[in-house]
């Protein structure tokens, strides 16, 4: 009887979580925790209640306790590699996933996830075979279909990715990144006022999404439209500061406008992050070549 009157009491700080109160159920799920350390579903939902609150430590402190005492957890193990993903640590999160469908063999958001991981893995073809299983399973996926685009994008078959892109959107015309990842598929088809059209649409959706706020930088910049391009990449800036690609696209489109003080700059603050980049030497070393100092563009060059 004691064992239902718990589990009743767990259900109840839960939907008052999910109603809204959660400071209030945030502190009962934490009493509730102390007095009964064995139940994993408590802890679990004290992890997943400190996730959405932001206590991103104590969030990773319970899944790995469940993960750690309940060997078929799916759950925990589900949002720690969604945590490790969104940090980039593919490897991790692929070992995580790959528990998760030993204990789910075909749970298909998981599946796509595995391919998610794969493309940024670069180890396409895996990723290619993941997302088609994921697919089969859920053929209105957009989710999933924007992820084989953007693999099919990888693999440079712009033609084909453009026709997936279309289809994710046709599907959910709300969800963003396809735009965004149309737009480079387009890009690479020279199809560039399209692809600020489609950029567009995608930021009328979300303005502060920075993937495509970077695209459209890069498409004005590709066509030297360096005063459209250069307020997008200093935007970016205010979010992400020590950004390398950024800088150095500053310094590439304030170089092209021939603002050669700030091209400088942001050339200098790219090679502060990673002085070692191909990309970097080529364009510095041009800097250099233009101004005159050919001993160090010949260092750039050389260095390459």
């Known amino acids: 009887m004691s064992k239902i009157i718990d589990s009743l009491l767990l259900t109840h700080i839960i939907e008052d979580f999910q109603n809204g109160n959660t400071e209030k159920a945030f502190i009962r799920i934490e009493d ?9 579903a408590a802890k679990y939902n004290y992890g997943l209640m400190a996730d959405k609150m932001g206590y991103v430590e104590l969030a990773i402190k319970n899944y790995t306790f469940v993960m750690k005492k309940d060997s078929k957890h799916w759950q925990s193990r589900n949002n720690m590699y969604l945590y490790l993903f969104k940090n980039k640590k593919y490897k991790e999160a692929l070992k995580l ?51 084989l ?25 709300k ?30 959706i979300n303005p502060d999404f920075l993937e495509a706020i970077n695209n459209l930088a890069n498409v004005h910049s590709t066509e030297g439209n360096y005063e459209e391009a250069i307020p997008l990449y200093l935007k970016i800036l205010e979010k992400e500061g020590g ?11 304030y170089f092209g406008k021939k603002d050669f003080h700030n091209a400088k ?30 001993k160090k563009a010949w260092e750039m060059t050389d260095g390459r």
């Open 32 to 40: 509730y925790t102390k007095k009964f350390p064995r139940d994993y």
């Open 265 to 294: 700059k942001y050339f200098e603050i790219a090679s502060s992050i990673d002085s070692h980049n191909d990309e970097l030497k080529k364009n510095y070393g041009l800097y250099f070549l233009y101004k005159q100092d050919y």
């Open 149 to 173: 685009g953007m693999i099919y994008n990888g693999l440079r078959e712009y033609s084909k990715a453009k026709k997936i892109f279309l289809h994710a959107i046709n599907l959910n015309e």
């Open 243 to 253: 950004h390398f690609q950024i800088n150095l696209n500053l310094g590439i489109a």
């Open 175 to 204: 969800y963003y990144p396809s735009y965004s990842n149309l737009a480079k598929c387009l890009t690479e088809l020279n199809e560039r006022a399209e692809a600020i059209n489609h950029l567009k649409k995608c930021l009328s």
């Open 97 to 147: 996933i790959d528990e998760v469908l030993i204990i789910k063999p075909d749970y298909q958001p998981v599946l796509r996830d595995k391919a998610h991981v794969y493309f940024y893995l670069k180890k396409l073809d895996l990723a290619l075979q993941f997302i088609d299983k994921s697919i089969k399973l859920n053929p209105k996926d957009y989710i999933a279909i924007n992820i």
